[in-house]
């Protein structure tokens, strides 16, 4: 470790026990669904505009909502599947996000700490790294369309 690391590892002493490689999965799932969010918001405010002043305080699923709507009144058919896609997408993605935030921590059969998510009908999901990095990548995969569609569909 450099002396600069030395002296952030003793500012930050956590005790809260987990794998920095599952931590850093779940920043980077939390981060990827930030950026496709906020490219969503981007593009509902491109199709109706005054959006943006509207968003604050809005769930992701209020988002979702809103999203699929905007999607709705696109009059040219390719470009609206494209986005009709996306929305559908982003509303499943949302689900997906809420399972993982909305975890709660265990300790795992092998001892390791990790989240579990209990649905709404009795099931449960354990949130694996593996898990938590395929949400990641299918969040990134989602906002590099919804980037594309806002500054090349929608320029």
């Known amino acids: 470790m450099s002396e600069q690391e030395d002296l952030k590892a003793e ?14 999965a ?13 490219g969503v918001v981007w593009i509902v405010e491109k199709l109706r505009p005054g959006y943006l002043s509207k968003v604050r305080g809005q769930t992701a699923g209020q988002i979702a909502r809103e999203f699929k709507n905007a999607a709705e009144d696109i009059p040219d058919s390719k470009l609206n599947s494209r986005i009709a896609a996306l929305a ?47 949400a990641a990548l299918d969040f990134e995969a989602a906002a590099i369309e919804a980037n ?8």
Do not use: C, M
């Open 26 to 38: 779940l920043g980077r799932a939390t981060y990827n669904f930030a950026y496709l969010e906020w």
């Open 88 to 134: 559908s997408s982003f509303d499943a993605l949302v689900s997906r996000r809420n399972q993982l935030v909305h975890g709660n921590p265990i300790t795992a059969t092998g001892g390791e700490q990790r989240l579990l998510y209990y649905g709404k009908r009795g099931t449960t999901f354990e949130w694996s790294e593996a898990d938590i990095l395929q």
């Open 148 to 155: 594309d569609i806002f500054h090349n569909s929608l320029a």
């Open 11 to 24: 500012r930050y002493q956590f005790r809260i026990p987990v794998e920095r490689s599952y931590l850093s």
